[in-house]
């Protein structure tokens, strides 16, 4: 089946640093998203990327879609302890196809 | 904003009991989806609903589960004799068209652990 490979695993920032992670995958996605998990809740959609080479910013948190269609990247910038959680980067044969393949998530901890 | 509400939040059973997870979509979503996460683990697909009836299923999706909507606002995921490795967060999640840009929302998840 289709596979994402998301890294870090985990980072372990001080507040105010610019975080950088991203997801690569061996065949092709015509839709990227990004997602935020926190401890016991589902995952809440940051950014949605539809289009290849599209850079997507929601507030601090900018994405872009791989010219490839293989990968995405995400930075956060200036870091909050808000931030904290699990990030995963999920890809769609297109937006039409609503099956999500969902990478292994990045975990994020931020010190004050 | 509308919410996707997930019941039990947690619910420990047997192995080999059957057990049913709910959910209540957002009220004029039409397609329904269930995914899991085993702990430490990435989110996993299982199935989609739409119309009364399958739209897709993965692997994971085998004989001991099944789905039902048993009337207009709930939607079930029933497994039929519970496995150890069955234990998992349970995400049910619901979108207003067939696609991502339709809104696709997730619920909080009910942890299934089975003993």
């Known amino acids: 089946g289709q596979q994402l490979n998301q890294s870090p695993q985990s980072m372990f920032i001080q507040e105010g640093e610019d975080v950088s992670m991203n997801c690569t995958s061996s065949?092709?996605?015509?839709?990227w998203l990004w997602y935020k998990q926190d401890p016991g809740e589902g995952p809440v959609l940051l950014i949605a990327?539809?289009?290849?080479?599209e850079l997507t910013s929601n507030g601090r948190l900018t994405a872009q879609f791989g010219i490839t269609r293989k990968d995405s990247f995400l930075n956060i910038s200036a870091s909050i302890p808000s931030d904290v959680g699990i990030y995963f980067c999920?890809?769609?044969?297109?937006?039409?196809?609503?099956?999500?393949?969902f990478g292994k998530g990045t975990m994020l901890l931020v010190s004050p | 904003e509308p919410e996707v509400t997930q019941t039990p939040s947690h619910q420990v059973t047997q192995m080999g009991q059957e057990v049913i997870l709910r959910c209540v979509p957002i009220s004029n979503h039409l397609y329904f989806y269930w995914y899991r996460q085993i702990l430490g683990q990435k989110v996993e697909f299982l199935v989609s609903f739409y119309n009364n009836e399958i739209s897709e299923k993965s692997e994971i999706f085998d004989d001991q589960f099944s789905v039902e909507r048993p009337d207009g606002s709930n939607f079930t995921l029933k497994i039929r004799s519970t496995k150890l490795e069955d234990s998992a967060m349970y995400f049910c999640?619901?979108?207003?068209?067939?696609?991502?840009?339709?809104?696709?929302?997730f619920g909080s998840g009910t942890r299934l652990t089975v003993v």
């Open positions: 999640a619901s979108s207003v068209g067939p696609g991502l840009n339709y809104g696709y929302t």
């Open positions: 999920a890809g769609a044969m297109n937006s039409g196809y609503s099956t999500l393949t």
């Open positions: 990327l539809y289009k290849a080479g």
């Open positions: 065949s092709i996605f015509n839709t």
